[in-house]
């Protein structure tokens, strides 16, 4: 039976401002696995972190006939620091695939090794239109992007001073907001969004006294953005189901308001029995659902499979529109990405 999600809306942009607001480009997570960990522990569950940092929530089923389990990520695109200037700016090199260009003018923050914490804003290295000729239409890229330091600093030396160096993390506002309307806008929804999804799963499950019907281990992955996050599941899982970004635009027909299910990406297929089963209960309990080809795409659950990993993948995800750039998606997608989530699980 289908949950009643309406009660709940509050407590699952909640979670998802949460995680938003932690940093945690890909190999800089600690913050936000801690603050999912403690979250999923807060209702009452058993999480593990692995040595790569994921980390895995363990909810006893009510059958052991077999073992599923549940992914979404929680690292984000990010930049580094690539080298220092003369004038002292910070070259800057991406982490995973951000849209550059939509970062010209973005705040930020850099992070040293040393623990110091600095502020700064991602700009053009020809940022005054009064000033350099190419200002509107010089490449918008990594060898032409620097971050403006919040530092009284006019050369290299003075910003080592500091303490940053190459490998610094520079990681820029998510600027999370909810509309009246329901929208949800925040860079980074990809993948935070579903990881609030999943920890709104382990809400309803606790409130409602319920248990799914096999083990399921909900796994949030911390280096999906650069290809690795999901070559540790564990090797007994017999389904695996991915809860990442539904894809939006041409030749789609999925909107923000829907949850997606993904047939097959650039890697390949997903399982076909799986997928159907998945139509099936969308359609059949009244879930607002489309099912689409992602072009350019990838996910934990094929890395996994990459990993040898003999299981039965399956990716579904609300409706994320402008990914990797200032993502939105909508209540009602985030509403049916748990519903079907919750579908699957069979609980009781």
Request: some cysteine.
């Amino acid at each position: 039976m289908k949950w009643d999600l309406e009660p709940y809306q509050s407590t699952l942009i909640d979670y998802a401002k949460a995680l938003l607001a932690q940093d945690s480009p890909s190999g800089f997570t600690r913050r936000a696995v801690e603050t999912a960990g403690e979250l999923a522990r807060a209702l009452g569950y058993e999480t593990v972190i692995g040595n790569k940092g994921n980390l895995t929530i363990l909810v006893p089923g009510r059958e052991r006939g077999k073992k599923v389990g549940l992914c979404a990520h929680v690292d984000t695109l990010g930049l580094m620091v690539r080298s220092i200037t003369a004038d002292g700016r910070l070259l800057i090199t991406p982490i995973g695939g951000p849209l550059l260009p939509t970062l010209d003018g973005e705040y930020c923050r850099i992070y040293t090794r040393k623990g110091q914490v600095y502020t700064g804003t991602v700009l053009s290295l020809s940022p005054a239109v009064h000033v350099e000729d190419d200002a509107r239409s010089r490449p918008r890229d990594e060898k032409n992007m620097a971050v403006r330091l919040d530092e009284r600093v006019h050369s290299r030396e003075e910003v080592a001073a500091l303490g940053i160096e190459a490998g610094d993390y520079v990681c820029y506002e998510p600027k999370t907001q909810f509309t009246p309307s329901g929208f949800l806008k925040s860079r980074f929804l990809d993948d935070k969004a579903s990881a609030a999804c999943l920890l709104a799963v382990l809400k309803l499950l606790r409130d409602l006294g319920q248990k799914p019907r096999y083990d399921t281990q909900i796994t949030l992955t911390v280096y999906e953005e650069v290809g690795h996050g999901g070559a540790t599941f564990d090797a007994g899982l017999d389904e695996l189901l991915a809860v990442d970004m539904g894809c939006i635009g041409e030749e789609l027909t999925c909107t923000e308001e829907q949850v997606s299910i993904c047939a097959k990406d650039s890697s390949g297929p997903y399982d076909y029995e799986f997928t159907t089963r998945l139509m099936d209960l969308a359609r059949e309990n009244g879930v607002d659902y489309a099912v689409d080809v992602y072009p350019h795409y990838s996910s934990d659950a094929t890395v996994a499979l990459r990993a040898g990993r003999d299981v039965k993948a399956a990716l579904i995800g609300p409706g994320v529109h402008a990914s990797h750039g200032m993502e939105r998606t909508h209540w009602l997608g985030l509403k049916a990405t748990v519903e079907l989530v919750g579908l699957y699980l069979d609980p009781q």
